[in-house]
């Protein structure tokens, strides 16, 4: 089991920058592929990016592509989203997420565990 834990949101000017972090329990960390969703108000849950278990492999969605970036720590072991050139469409309670397969995907109902989420804010 995993249990994940994010932090570092916050409220920012659009043309920022924050990074958001994501803490993992559980000895099998470095076996999932990790995910990062968000859920602005009124909204579908979507796919924000992924890294493979060795982080070797990422994927991001069209939307921030170029802009954010994912990296993991596995010794640590902990998860990380960058995010530049923030926009005030990029507003959402961010998620991090653990999934079994080795391939980073996108949908959100094929992760197996979610933490809490953060919320970041970026004003106009």
């Known amino acids: 089991q995993v249990q994940l834990v994010e932090s570092g949101g916050g409220l920012v000017q659009a043309g920022g920058s924050l990074r958001l972090s994501c803490t993992a329990s559980g000895r099998t960390f470095s076996f999932y592929t990790m995910g990062w969703f968000r859920q602005a108000p009124g909204k579908e849950r979507e796919f924000v990016g992924a890294?493979?278990?060795?982080?070797?492999?990422?994927r991001y969605a069209d939307s921030v592509k170029g802009r954010f970036t994912i990296s993991r720590d596995n010794a640590k072991p902990m998860v990380y989203l960058q995010m530049n050139s923030l926009k005030p469409e990029d507003t959402a309670v961010y998620y991090c997420?653990?999934?079994?397969?080795?391939?980073?995907?996108?949908?959100?109902?094929?992760?197996?565990?979610w933490g809490r989420g953060t919320q970041v804010t970026v004003s106009s």
């Open positions: 890294i493979t278990p060795i982080g070797d492999i990422t």
């Open positions: 997420a653990a999934d079994r397969s080795a391939t980073p995907r996108i949908q959100s109902q094929l992760y197996d565990y």
